[in-house]
C-alpha cells in the first residue's frame, strides 16, 4: 500500500514562511508528476504547483514568486516552499502524487496538512 504524509503545516503570521513536505512510502516503482494542491470550506480543491519527474516545476498564478516547489527522488519526497504567506493562502494543502504501482499507474493523495496565515 502506497501513502502520502504530509508535514509542516502551521499557523503564522502574514509574511512568514513555511516549508511542507510530502513523503511517499509503499511499493513504489516509479514517482512521476507530483504536486501541492489545496482546499478551503465550499471551494473546490485548486492545484499549487506541480513538479515533473526531472524537477520542472509549474505554478498556480497566486503563488508564483512566492512559492517554490522541488523533489528528491531519492527520498520519495517533494517539497513545497511557501514565502511572503497571505492570508488567503490559509487553507488544507494536499499532496498528490502518480505512482507507478504495477501493474499501473495511479494517483495518491495525501490527507492533507492545515497552514493558516493570520494578519
Known amino acids: 500500500q502506497v501513502q502520502l504524509v504530509e508535514s509542516g503545516g502551521g499557523l503564522v503570521q502574514a509574511g512568514g514562511s513555511l516549508r511542507l513536505s510530502c513523503a511517499a512510502s509503499?511499493?513504489?516503482?516509479?514517482?512521476?508528476?507530483m504536486g501541492w494542491y489545496r482546499q478551503t470550506p465550499g471551494k473546490q480543491r485548486e492545484l499549487v504547483a506541480t513538479?515533473?519527474?526531472?524537477?520542472?516545476?509549474n505554478y498556480a498564478d497566486s503563488v508564483k514568486g512566492r512559492f517554490t516547489i522541488s523533489r528528491d527522488n531519492a527520498k520519495d519526497t517533494v517539497y513545497l516552499q511557501m514565502n511572503s504567506l497571505k492570508p488567503e493562502d490559509t487553507a488544507v494543502y494536499y499532496c498528490?502524487?502518480?505512482?507507478?504501482?504495477?501493474?499501473?499507474?495511479?494517483?495518491?493523495w495525501g490527507k492533507g496538512t492545515q497552514v493558516t496565515v493570520s494578519s
Open positions: 509503499g511499493s513504489i516503482l516509479t514517482l512521476n508528476v
Open positions: 513538479s515533473t519527474k526531472s524537477g520542472s516545476p
Open positions: 498528490h502524487a502518480d505512482i507507478l504501482v504495477r501493474p499501473a499507474t495511479v494517483g495518491y
